[in-house]
């Protein structure tokens, strides 16, 4: 039985990384906006297709964004369904978030949802690109000040067509996290087409301060170091092969699961080539056992897998007696995300299959 660990991450060897990394050294600049940094952001902007800046996190990147729109004494609209760093920025960036419901299908949020909790407050929607499935905003988000701004963490690499999915909404984030598909260990990088929101969001990276030397935002230190933004440029070398051969096994392993009653397999929207940070699977009713045993079991058959996404609404810090989301309470308690690695092989899909139908065997 092999171990299947939830992410396999893909760094440079030391060796790859050895020259220049030795040079960063010698010329004694390792962060500051370093030679590094300047072309990792200029390959990112070729790449996208959008100008694009790095910090040294996602969430560092997402909470600059906010501060560039200016969120702050408002309320921003989130989905629940999203790792805990969408509300936790929102509340880093001064603001309060508000809840709403998700799509049954697409998992990305409602618009209805949207659309019943905007208020005089609302400063700005922040969607997310659960496990890279890409949140397409209508365009008939306006009521005037308020800013469409995404978090697509996970969904560095998704496609919309023939296109990088970069450059919806007003600003978008990513992250280069080590457990997500493209890697710099600890890395995030924003992008959008609006060149004021790009200034901001550059000196709120650097402690809010502007050319000349005063500081018309507050700021915090968001910056990216040279040696996170050599080991980007390395990983960009492949990653437009990378990326179809991670898409396709997600593919293979979803064929794998297609006919095991009750256990539901997430599918890309229409028209979108997801990256798969996670496959998601959905146990249901008529799968016989409950998601936590089924993960367990998983677990007992060599296969790490995560209760992801949780419902952010109800974590200690949000909890209220109010907020009711039907779509996201009932998905987040049947989920189940599977790992999805660049080049899975056919006996470690069949594992994971396996593993479903035995666990489905021993119920009936
Ligand atoms: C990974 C992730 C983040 C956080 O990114 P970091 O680079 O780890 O700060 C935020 N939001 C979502 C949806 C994520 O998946």
Redesign the pocket.
């Known amino acids: 039985m092999r171990h299947l660990p939830i992410v396999r991450p893909r760094h440079p060897t030391a060796t790859q990384l050895l020259p220049q990394l030795q040079g960063i050294l010698n010329s004694g600049q390792v962060t500051n906006n370093g030679p590094y940094v300047q072309q990792f952001e200029k390959s990112l902007t070729d790449l996208l297709g959008v100008p694009t800046i790095v910090f040294s996190?996602?969430?560092?990147a997402?909470i600059a964004m906010l501060r560039a729109v200016d969120v702050a004494g408002g309320e921003v609209i989130c989905p629940s369904f999203?790792?805990c760093?969408?509300p936790h920025a929102i509340v880093m960036a001064g603001a309060t978030p508000v809840f709403a419901d998700i799509d049954a299908e697409t998992l990305t949020l409602d618009i209805y949802g949207v659309a019943r909790s905007m208020t005089k407050q609302t400063r700005a929607v922040l969607g997310?690109d659960?496990y890279g499935i890409c949140w397409e905003p209508p365009p008939l988000i306006d009521g005037g000040n308020v800013s469409v701004l995404i978090?697509s963490?996970?969904a560095f690499g998704s496609e919309i067509g023939d296109w990088h999915a970069a450059g919806r909404g007003d600003a978008q984030i990513f992250?280069?996290?080590a457990?997500?598909p493209f890697s710099t260990m600890?890395?995030?990088a924003l992008c959008s087409r609006d060149p004021l929101l790009i200034k901001r969001a550059q000196e709120i990276r650097n402690f809010g301060q502007s050319d000349d030397g005063d500081c018309r935002f507050v700021g915090f230190n968001g910056k990216m170091l040279e040696v996170c933004a050599l080991i980007g440029l390395k990983q960009l070398e492949d990653w437009q092969h990378r990326v179809p051969r991670r898409v396709e096994s997600a593919i293979r392993l979803r064929d794998a699961l297609k006919d095991i009653p009750g256990l539901r397999v997430q599918r890309a929207p229409l028209g979108q080539s997801p990256v798969w940070?996670y496959q998601p699977v959905f146990i249901e009713p008529e799968f016989g056992r409950d998601r936590d045993s089924v993960m367990r079991e998983l677990a007992a058959a060599g296969i790490q897998t995560r209760p992801y996404y949780r419902a952010c609404h109800l974590l200690g810090c949000y909890v209220d007696k109010y907020t009711y989301l039907p779509v996201t309470e009932r998905l987040s308690a049947q989920v189940i995300s599977l790992p999805v690695y660049d080049n899975m092989a056919d006996d470690e899909i069949a594992q994971i299959a396996d593993a479903f139908k035995e666990i489905r065997a021993c119920v009936s």
């Open positions: 996190s996602g969430m560092a997402m999203t790792f760093a969408t997310v659960p978090d963490a996970p992250s280069f996290h457990t997500k600890e890395g995030g940070l």
